[in-house]
């Protein structure tokens, strides 16, 4: 399975656009996952018919209504997959996860500690935001190994990991 992630679009829809559009048809991903900052994006993405699932940032309206999930958990070829936009809403069951993608920082980063990958894709704001250049992930879910790749704009890879180990749960 991949799966692309992005977040911190903040209406920068043609940003958004390109790089989901990019996902499906240079990294072949399934899915994508925008991790807030606006909501709306998200619902646009979705509405333009992107694999998309998403949650709202911290100043998002969409946050504070009680029918709109902060945190998705799911299965995804037996890793325990957890998105939030933010760690501080990541409690019990998503806290746990195996892989954790979360953004609201702007700050790309992929971190592994014991059994659990924290992935942060950076943000799509603007092309530079709080001294963070534009950037989005990918992720490869295999059978034995876990690959996880930081791009910039026009693709390239700025940094990446690989996990290879037994992954089920």
Known sequence: MIFGVMSD???NR???HRVAEWLVQEAGADLIYHLGDDYSDFLELRDSGYPIRGVPGLWCKEYHQPNVPKVLVEDIEGVTVACAHADQDLRGAAAQARLILSGHTHQAAIRRRNKTIRLNPGHLKAELSRGERASFAVVHIDRDKIRLSIHELD???RMEKEVKEAIAK
């Open 9 to 11: 679009t903040h209406g």
């Open 14 to 16: 043609a940003l958004m």
């Open 155 to 157: 693709g390239s890879v």
